[in-house]
């Protein structure tokens, strides 16, 4: 019987360990343009839909309309549309899961072997991202790496120094990329 109870608080606490780190998942992935998410309304069958995060940062759900989402949690979404759907219905309970992360993304170009759009489907690095390009052109300047980002509609451009990077110098500049960052490799 002692060991039941054991194997009981084991699993419970596992469970418990599972449900906070999905919290925690939730509340550090932010929506983004080109995303899509499923969202249900317990109870309402009628209520269960997949949408696309639109170019103005919102999506469309019925009774809620038009909800703004770019640059938040699942959690907070869930939250603006269950305030929506207030109105209509008493006491909804929301779910909005992501289907697809199309909307994170950042952007490799110049003498990389493979140029082209990255999924930001986790935290990555500038090492990382060039890591995935499979190496650089023959002709690259290493040493001059630029990450370009916009910053409140302002262009910012980082530099990266590849060459001091990977012998453990400069180890601020890998920097860690957010949707939208462009890497130039000239």
């Known amino acids: ?84 759907l207030k109105v209509y219905l008493n006491d909804p309970q929301v779910t909005v899961v992501v289907t697809s992360v199309e909307g994170n993304k950042a952007y490799i170009i110049g003498k990389v072997l493979k140029a082209g759009a990255i999924p930001l489907s986790g935290p990555t690095t500038v090492l990382q991202a060039l890591s995935l390009a499979g190496g650089f052109d023959k002709f690259a300047e290493l040493s001059k790496i630029k990450v370009l980002r916009n910053v409140n509609n302002k262009q910012t451009v980082m530099t990266v120094n590849y060459d001091r990077l990977i012998q453990g110098q400069n180890l601020e500049s890998n920097l860690l990329l957010q949707p939208g960052d462009t890497i130039l490799v000239p």
Request: charged residues 25%.
């Open 1 to 84: 019987m002692k060991i039941s109870r054991t194997i009981f608080s084991i699993a419970f606490g596992l469970i418990a360990l599972l449900q906070s780190t999905v919290l925690i998942a939730d509340e550090n992935y932010r929506l983004h343009y080109g995303d899509t998410v499923f969202i249900s309304v317990w109870g309402e069958e009628t209520l269960q839909k997949e949408v696309k995060v639109l170019p103005d940062g919102s999506i469309t759900f019925p009774l809620a309309g038009r909800v703004d989402v770019e640059n938040v949690s699942t959690v907070e979404a869930q939250k603006r549309i269950t305030d929506k």
